[in-house]
């Protein structure tokens, strides 16, 4: 940690696994609780300076560059209560190496603290980790979806992973079940995504032509329609394939929902009726996993194909209605 002083100018040396970043990322990091907009000014006041330079927000910082940073009031230390907040926790391994690790995170786990949670993965994992100087989420799954999760363990193979990233280059497939039935065994949903607050304060997302860009590719693997699905008023459920061309945000859930067949178990796009439905069933969780990731290595470029089967919660759903088709 760096210490911050609040009567004195500060020097920062910035330390190997810092380097890369752009400047006022770097500031928000260490300058706990600071706004972005004072973090901003002071860059532009000339108050930061770079090497003894002045300096602006978008520079990238060097290993052994020195920042100057003038007295500033950062967020005040967490009581010892929040501190313990996060408990150390390891999380099933898919793969790990010196710079990448990719884990299995269960449901009902958020990948980070914030909005109302104390804590998530990140926090767990490097409570348990003490010794690792650095551990950062690469990409966030849904507090509700199971599945394949990135963590860089240097910041080069973060950097190296968001490019790919932005180009949407890691193939990611999950499987999905979804309360309707879809009549193409395979198709293409390209349909602009718009986010925006719920009435909650919750993050949402609707299909919008002001949104972004999103694609996404269906296949189906299954379709159940029998007399245990009637007996609790329910007529299809569909188990699909989908592969992300685009990585927006709840892109799975609502382009599910464009489609009328909304992920079983969706609390925030699906159907509540239906949901309360499969509950009785025994579904209760959404059923959303992800479950593979193809990528070239950060590093090496060597070609990884990660693979995550089903939480036996969902396998033995799906196969539940696999046999009462049978039994049909």
């Not at 070239?296 to 194909?305: F, Q, R, V, W």
């Given at each position: 940690?760096?210490?911050?002083?609040?009567?004195?100018?500060?020097?920062?040396?910035?330390?190997?696994?810092?380097?890369?970043?752009?400047?006022?990322?770097?500031?928000?990091?260490?300058?706990?609780?600071?706004?972005?907009?004072?973090?901003?000014?002071?860059?532009?006041?000339?108050?930061?300076?770079?090497?003894?330079?002045?300096?602006?927000?978008?520079?990238?910082?060097?290993?052994?560059?020195?920042?100057?940073?003038?007295?500033?009031?950062?967020?005040?230390?967490?009581?010892?209560?929040?501190?313990?907040?996060?408990?150390?926790?390891?999380?099933?391994?898919?793969?790990?190496?010196?710079?990448?690790?990719?884990?299995?995170?269960?449901?009902?786990?958020?990948?980070?603290?914030?909005?109302?949670?104390?804590?998530?993965?990140?926090?767990?994992?490097?409570?348990?980790?003490?010794?690792?100087?650095?551990?950062?989420?690469?990409?966030?799954?849904?507090?509700?979806?199971?599945?394949?999760?990135?963590?860089?363990?240097?910041?080069?193979?973060?950097?190296?992973?968001?490019?790919?990233?932005?180009?949407?280059?890691?193939?990611?497939?999950?499987?999905?079940?979804?309360?309707?039935?879809?009549?193409?065994?395979?198709?293409?949903?390209?349909?602009?995504?718009?986010?925006?607050?719920?009435?909650?304060?919750?993050?949402?997302?609707?299909?919008?032509?002001?949104?972004?860009?999103?694609?996404?590719?269906?296949?189906?693997?299954?379709?159940?329609?029998?007399?245990?699905?009637?007996?609790?008023?329910l007529s299809d459920l569909t188990f699909v394939e989908a592969t992300l061309k685009t990585g927006r945000?709840?892109?799975?859930?609502?382009?599910?929902?464009?489609?009328?067949?909304?992920?079983?178990g969706d609390e925030r796009y699906g159907d509540y009726q239906?949901?309360?439905?499969?509950?009785?069933?025994?579904?209760?969780?959404?059923?959303?996993?992800?479950?593979?990731?193809?990528?070239?290595?950060?590093?090496?470029?060597?070609?990884?194909?990660?693979?995550?089967?089903?939480?036996?919660?969902?396998?033995?759903?799906?196969?539940?209605?696999?046999?009462?088709?049978?039994?049909?």
């Open positions: 940690m760096h210490a911050i002083r609040k009567d004195s100018v500060s020097l920062i040396a910035v330390a190997e696994h810092e380097e890369g970043q752009r400047l006022d990322n770097y500031l928000i990091k260490i300058l706990k609780g600071v706004p972005k907009s004072h973090i901003h000014r002071i860059i532009r006041a000339g108050e930061v300076r770079l090497n003894k330079k002045r300096c602006k927000p978008d520079n990238r910082i060097q290993a052994g560059d020195t920042v100057r940073i003038p007295p500033i009031r950062t967020a005040e230390k967490q009581r010892p209560s929040e501190s313990q907040a996060a408990p150390a926790r390891e999380f099933d391994i898919v793969y790990e190496d010196d710079v990448l690790l990719v884990i299995n995170k269960p449901s009902g786990v958020a990948v980070h603290g914030g909005s109302g949670v104390s804590f998530g993965v990140i926090e767990q994992i490097r409570r348990a980790r003490p010794e690792a100087r650095y551990l950062e989420l690469v990409h966030r799954l849904d507090k509700d979806t199971s599945g394949l999760l990135m963590i860089a363990k240097k910041r080069s193979a973060l950097v190296t992973l968001h490019e790919a990233i932005r180009n949407d280059h890691p193939k990611k497939i999950y499987l999905a079940l979804g309360v309707g039935r879809l009549p193409n065994d395979r198709f293409h949903v390209k349909l602009p995504l718009f986010k925006y607050t719920g009435a909650q304060g919750e993050k949402m997302v609707r299909v919008s032509e002001d949104g972004q860009s999103a694609h996404t590719i269906f296949r189906v693997l299954n379709r159940f329609s029998d007399g245990l699905l009637h007996q609790v008023g945000t709840h892109q799975i859930r609502v382009h599910l929902q464009s489609q009328d067949c909304p992920i079983a239906a949901n309360k439905r499969l509950q009785k069933l025994g579904l209760k969780r959404m059923f959303l996993h992800a479950s593979e990731l193809h990528l070239a290595h950060p590093l090496t470029g060597e070609k990884l194909i990660l693979k995550a089967p089903l939480p036996q919660e969902l396998a033995q759903f799906v196969l539940m209605l696999e046999n009462q088709e049978k039994a049909v």
